[in-house]
């Protein structure tokens, strides 16, 4: 898995540089704007919402932007849609699998979307519950290494509940259950360690091995599919070595 995680965060950092800056930030405020609507606009009573309030802000969202958002949800400003949590299912190319969560307000425009991106990148949607087994949904929690050590992290975060902590380069991947996310961030926080971000993610557990031609089709149709304005997240059950991540870029 340590291939597809590193994929993911190299083009997390990416993302937030790069043209589709203006696409990731609208992502981020409508994540805001859910969590205050569905938990509370209180970000110390609210964990959802502290924790998609710290991503935006880790990403550069204004924070202007991010107490609109957070006031819309809580009911304290108009304007705010009516979000609903949507999961398509499909496969990439060379059989990957994928799940595609979305948050709308047009559910008939969000499946167009989804449907079009798949179909013209060499990908099929799937019927629900063809692809969801593949996935398992865990706590993950990145963080910059900042010359800590594999143990460091580890005995930080043992007794919040932490399952494994992995070496992506850079920067380290710790699972957990979803359920003690919060108290492994806070964990860290409460060690005095920085850290990037804290979600519930749908991790793989079969991967697929692709080559570099594989990875290219595959990452392509990833683009297309978060380039939606109504996708939220993709997953895939992808599995590319470090030599194939750097070849293909």
Known sequence: ????????????????????????????????????????????????????????KKNSVPQDNIERARRRGNGEEAGGADWQNITYEGYAPNGVAVLIECLTDNKNRA?????????????????????????????????????????????????????????????FEILSAPGDLVSVRTALQEA??????????????????????GARKVFRLIDALEDCDDVQNVYANFDVSDEILAEVG
């Open 111 to 171: 499946a167009s979307e989804v449907r079009t991106a798949l179909s013209r990148n060499g990908g099929t949607l799937a019927d629900a519950g063809s692809v969801a087994y593949l996935f398992n949904r865990r706590g993950v929690v990145l963080m910059p290494k900042n010359d800590l050590s594999e143990d460091d992290v580890l005995m930080a975060v043992l007794d919040a509940g932490a399952e494994e902590v992995n070496d992506l380069g850079e920067s």
């Open 1 to 56: 898995m340590s291939g597809h995680s590193k994929w993911a965060t190299t083009k997390h950092k990416k993302a937030a540089l790069d043209a589709k800056r203006g696409k990731l930030f609208a992502k981020l405020v409508k994540n805001v704007e859910v969590a205050a609507r569905t938990g509370g606009g209180d970000p110390e009573a609210n964990p959802t919402l502290y924790d998609a309030i710290q991503k935006a």
């Open 192 to 213: 005095g360690y920085d850290y990037e971000s804290a979600d519930t993610s749908f991790l793989p557990s079969v991967n697929v091995p692709l080559d570099a031609e």
